[in-house]
């Protein structure tokens, strides 16, 4: 083997190897990158089923005769919201119906586990009730 070739298998290891870092560094990212939506996309589903629930509530209210303007702004949501503190506690709601009886339900979540400062999210879900019935 000839002396002026010595060394230079040695300096193209050390090429791979940084180039190979470089490409394990970029998949933890994308990784990282993946786990962060997949969590997201997780915390707006169960929004989703939150306030899909509260209109199929305001619904059994109405068919039940329970249901009407006041009830739904304080004695309901109240106890909605008591019972997302107990279960969900990074999640708030509300419910507004206007006098053409569209409920508007609201879902407010903080994005806090990939993040260094929480990020309020919401998720709003319309429902049209019976005319005249509220």
């Given at each position: 083997m000839p002396s002026h070739l010595s060394g230079f298998t040695l300096l193209e290891v050390l090429v791979a190897l940084v180039i190979l870092a470089v490409g394990l560094l970029g998949a933890a990212a994308l990784q990282i990158n993946a786990l962060s939506s997949a969590h997201s996309a997780y915390q707006r589903s169960i929004?989703?089923?939150?306030?899909?629930?509260?209109?199929?509530?305001?619904?059994?209210?109405?068919?039940?005769?329970?249901?009407?303007?006041?009830?739904?702004?304080?004695?309901?949501?109240?106890?909605?919201?008591?019972?997302?503190?107990?279960?969900?506690?990074?999640?708030?709601?509300?419910i507004a119906c206007n006098d053409d009886n569209v409920c508007t339900i609201t879902v407010i979540w903080s994005e806090t586990r990939f993040q260094n400062e929480p990020q309020q999210t919401s998720f709003s879900y319309l429902t049209r009730l019976l005319p005249n019935r509220l």
């Open positions: 929004a989703s089923v939150i306030a899909v629930d509260a209109g199929e509530r305001l619904w059994v209210d109405l068919a039940n005769g329970q249901l009407n303007a006041n009830k739904v702004q304080t004695q309901w949501q109240k106890f909605w919201q008591d019972r997302l503190d107990t279960t969900l506690p990074d999640f708030s709601g509300s």
